[in-house]
């Protein structure tokens, strides 16, 4: 099976996996991106392995910590977003990343500082964007899936449609220093057609969630999120590029790993987060 159709086959699985944890239930969405979180957080350390200033023992450690600080982040995340606890809880973010200096204080590593910057990273690159699904998955007042899905859905078709845009008429160049496959035809692909989904949700989730948003609204944030997305495809190949490495992981065949498929949505849920806050 060639390239294309493998990449197509997972993705339809994937997105299958998504939407089904998206639309049951907040708490199937709760399961959903916990468990998302836990596996980013796991990618990250694969990739970073090497670099920790530390033994085994604590590279390992420092893995388990992360996971349980992300895990608990989206946590907290999700019960302010579902009013189950107060917002001033969300100053507790700011604990965990500060914890990290606290720790390193007993490894006894020769570059503390070092671990403390690619342990705290794997927070503010993963847990915190990640987290921000729940704020828009509650910005009705009561769990609604219509913007969250809708920016996953942007999210794909941009993926998509530039890849599939760059590989048959892509000719130059978006940034060859860091991504050389990328091309401006590429990401116009992508940009048209995330538009042409916008109209496509416009019409039908109304229909299917009881919430009517005027098509402006949706094609801001299909704008938003195919330019955000873009820039976090570009941010994980300067990552990748700068470890010498293909892919973060090769859980998703065709797709590489969760990193490689999520790195777009980890740039565009708390942008269109903050439009959605601010504008809406």
Known sequence: MGDIGTRIITGIF???V???GVILSEYTFLILFSLLVVLCINEYHGIIHDLLASSSKWKTTYKIINT???VVIF???FLVASNKIPLISLSLLCGFP?????????TKSERPFYNVCLNSMAIFYIAIPLASASLLAFHAGEYSWHFLLAIMIFAWANDSWAYLSGRFLGKHKLFERISPKKTWEGFF??????AVFAY??????PKWTGYSVDLTTYILLAVITSITSTYGDLAESMIKRNLQIKDTGTALPGHGGF?????????????CTLYLTFFM
């Open 14 to 16: 994937f997105v299958i």
């Open 18 to 20: 998504m939407i089904g």
């Open 68 to 70: 349980i600080f992300s």
């Open 75 to 77: 946590g907290i995340v």
């Open 98 to 106: 500060l914890t990290w200096f606290v720790i390193e204080m007993y």
């Open 189 to 194: 692909g992508g940009l048209i057609m995330t």
């Open 200 to 205: 496509i949700i416009y019409l039908l989730f």
């Open 259 to 271: 990193l490689d498929r999520f790195d777009g949505l980890i740039f565009s849920l708390p942008a």
